[in-house]
Every structure is written in structure tokens, then in C-alpha cells.
């Protein structure tokens, strides 16, 4: 049985828009599945594996998952708690500065999850933005009401979690796969390299994700490729990961960007690679 989920949150990089290009990659047949960067998941909710393996360096993001498979009600009477006062930026910023008090406390429960949630529909473009202490800092996007969650959603995330076989890891993206199998299958959506080379490499954590672990990704594609693993990766159509990539299959696909003053900007390339 499916349920009918999708992601909780705005997410950089996220899915959404290339999930049928995804979808129509993704193996016949696989044994268990893997998405060592996890973000808003919208390609595990998709598929909905019998067993999975999700992973992400984020705290407070995993904390959403694990509260949903824990409790998902607890986690919406937390939101609406939240969403049943108007928003302006004095609140905002106390509702971010108790969030953040939370983050140094590690205080990891249902609030928490409430509070990243709600803070995510609440902040600017959705951005999820830590300092070197790991504080979030994302200023206010000037939304003053309105539903942050889509409570059957959260109950159907917290049931798909709970009813199959889906573990919660945190870390580095190697270690989330160290005991993947022939014939199981790995997503990577990792980081995006930058499209602009003077631009930076994302960073959503406060540590970063550099040029140096784009290159460890790489190595690790392929060694999860030389053990008969089926690996999936999305990035930008950049010459550094035709370069990173080079051997592998590489498909070209459309994306929309953000809304350009300039028509022809408006949309892009990124590109799927796979090792079957």
C-alpha cells in the first residue's frame, strides 16, 4: 500500500519539479534503497521503498522525520499551535530565537520539529541558513497567516516511516551507504556544484560541502558502481561533473530557474547520471 505523501518542506535543491525525469530512471527492481542526502525527500516519498536507508549531515531536518515516525499528531498540534496567532516580524524573530534555543540546547522532540516547520514556511524563499555556531539566521519572508502543514501529509510521512523498513541516519554521505549491497540502489542528491565557477559551494550546514567532497562523492560512485550497486546522482550541467563523472550515463534535462529579468535565463540544464 501507497500512501499519499509529499515533502514537508521547501528545500534547497529540491525534487519536485525533475521527479518524473527521476522516476522514469529509477531501476525496475532494486533491493533496498538509499538517499544518503536526504532533504525534503520527494523522490523516497515517491517510491516509497520497502526498505530504506535516509541520511542527512541536518539535524533539525532528521529531527522532523524521526518526530513524524515517532508521533506525526504530536508534531501537528505543535504546528497549530504555531499557526493560530498572526505573523510579523517581532514574532518571527522570537519564534526563531526559541528555535534556535532549542538547536543549542539539543532539544531534539516534537516542538523542535514544529518550530523548523513553521520557521521554513515563515523565512525567506524557504532557505534553511545556519551561522558558524550552527544558528539559524534566515530573516523574515513578510508572511503574516496561513496553514504551515498539510496535516494528512504528516500523518501519511509518519505512517509510510513507521510501517516499513526505514532508517534514520546522520552523517557523512560515506558512511550512510558503507553497507550497501549488490543490487541495492543509491541516490545521491548532493550539493549542487555551482553553476557560476566564482560562485560558492552550497552551505547549508555550518560545515559546508567543498570541492573536495564532490570529488570524494565521485570516488565513492564508483566504487559503489564497481560493486554492482545501482547509483543514481542529479547535479548541474557543469563541465566539472561531466569531468567527475566521465564513463557514467549522462542525460541532459530542462529545469526552470528563478524568474529572470532575461527569457532566455529562465530555464536551465541539470543532469542525471546513472551506472545501468
Known amino acids: 500500500m501507497k500512501f499519499k505523501t509529499g515533502p514537508f518542506v521547501k528545500w534547497a535543491g529540491g525534487k519536485k519539479q525533475l521527479l518524473d525525469r527521476l522516476e522514469a530512471r529509477v531501476p ?6 538509499y538517499e544518503p542526502f536526504i532533504g525534503g525527500g520527494a523522490l ?24 513524524l515516525k515517532i508521533d506525526a499528531e504530536a508534531v501537528i498540534a505543535a504546528v497549530n499551535e504555531l499557526d493560530a496567532e498572526p505573523c510579523d516580524k517581532e ?23 514544529a518550530l523548523m516547520i513553521w520557521i521554513n514556511k515563515h523565512c ?5 541558513r545556519v551561522n558558524s555556531k550552527g544558528l539559524f539566521n534566515v530573516p523574515y519572508n513578510n508572511k503574516k497567516g496561513g496553514v504551515s502543514i498539510d496535516a494528512a501529509n504528516l500523518r501519511n510521512i509518519g ?35 555551482p553553476i557560476d565557477e566564482t560562485a ?9 560541502f567543498s570541492l573536495e567532497d ?18 543514481m546522482l542529479s547535479n548541474h550541467d557543469v563541465p566539472l561533473v561531466h569531468e567527475l563523472y566521465s564513463g557514467f550515463t549522462i542525460d541532459r534535462v530542462d529545469v526552470r530557474r528563478a524568474i529572470n529579468s532575461d527569457a532566455s535565463k529562465r530555464y536551465g540544464k541539470e543532469v542525471i547520471i546513472t551506472n545501468y
Open 214 to 231: 564532490h570529488k570524494r562523492l565521485a570516488a565513492l560512485y564508483r566504487r559503489l558502481s564497481d560493486q554492482d550497486v545501482k547509483v
Open 124 to 128: 525567506f524563499n524557504g532557505l534553511y
Open 28 to 33: 525496475a527492481a532494486y533491493g533496498r534503497y
Open 159 to 193: 505512517l509510510y516511516l513507521r510501517t516499513k523498513e526505514v532508517e534514520i541516519r546522520q552523517g557523512d554521505f560515506e558512511n550512510a551507504c558503507f553497507d550497501a549491497q549488490p543490487g541495492d540502489f543509491v541516490y545521491f542528491d548532493s550539493p549542487y556544484v
Open 91 to 113: 514574532r518571527y524573530m522570537a519564534t526563531r530565537d526559541a528555535y534556535n534555543a532549542k538547536i543549542k540546547a539539543h532539544e531534539l522532540d516534537p516542538e523542535c520539529a
Open 200 to 208: 560558492n559551494f552550497t552551505d547549508y550546514t555550518k560545515e559546508g
Open 44 to 67: 523516497l516519498l515517491d517510491l516509497q521503498s520497502e526498505s530504506a536507508v535516509i541520511n542527512d549531515t541536518n539535524e533539525q531536518l532528521l529531527n522532523v522525520y524521526r518526530q
